[in-house]
């Protein structure tokens, strides 16, 4: 599975972006999609997740401002982000695996990863 992302730019501070995520697959089969961010010097660390079964989880840090979502064809996975912050600035990588668990509170079962996608937010 290959992953690409596409989406990145340089925002202002409570302007909303649109993250995708496109996999060479034309269905994810029963895979878990995450979005993971890491700032320059931190570690990553993970955003969101969405199951096959379209079950969502967030990071707290995000929650009520960023939406993951998969699109009608299941070959794309959607991260909208609204009222950014500076804090938000990162790479954000997309994530694939097929194991038991969705989540993106670690990134260790995460196999298949795109190159990532530029995110940053001035104030």
Same mark, same amino acid.
């Given at each position: 599975? =290959?992953?690409?992302?596409?989406?990145?730019?340089?925002?202002?501070?409570? !302007?909303?972006?649109?993250?995708?995520? /496109?996999? /060479?697959?034309? %269905?994810?089969?029963?895979?878990? $999609?995450?979005?993971?961010?890491?700032?320059?010097?931190?570690?990553?660390?993970?955003?969101?997740? @969405?199951?096959?079964?379209? %079950? %969502?989880?967030?990071?707290?840090?995000?929650?009520?401002?960023?939406? @993951?979502?998969?699109?009608?064809? =299941?070959? /794309?996975? @959607?991260?909208? $982000? @609204?009222?950014?912050?500076?804090?938000? /600035?990162?790479?954000?990588?997309?994530?694939?695996?097929?194991?038991?668990?969705?989540?993106?509170?670690?990134? !260790?079962?995460?196999?298949?990863?795109?190159?990532?996608?530029?995110? %940053?937010?001035?104030?």
């Amino acid at each position: 599975v =290959q992953l690409v992302e596409s989406g990145g730019g340089l925002v202002k501070s409570g !302007e909303s972006l649109r993250l995708a995520c /496109t996999a /060479t697959k034309s %269905t994810y089969s029963g895979y878990c $999609m995450g979005w993971f961010r890491q700032a320059p010097g931190e570690e990553r660390e993970g955003v969101a997740s @969405i199951d096959h079964d379209g %079950t %969502t989880t967030y990071a707290d840090s995000v929650k009520g401002r960023f939406t @993951i979502s998969q699109d009608s064809t =299941q070959s /794309t996975v @959607i991260l909208e $982000m @609204i009222n950014l912050t500076p804090a938000d /600035t990162a790479m954000y990588s997309c994530a694939a695996h097929s194991g038991w668990g969705c989540t993106v509170k670690t990134d !260790e079962q995460f196999v298949y990863w795109g190159q990532g996608t530029q995110v %940053t937010v001035s104030s």
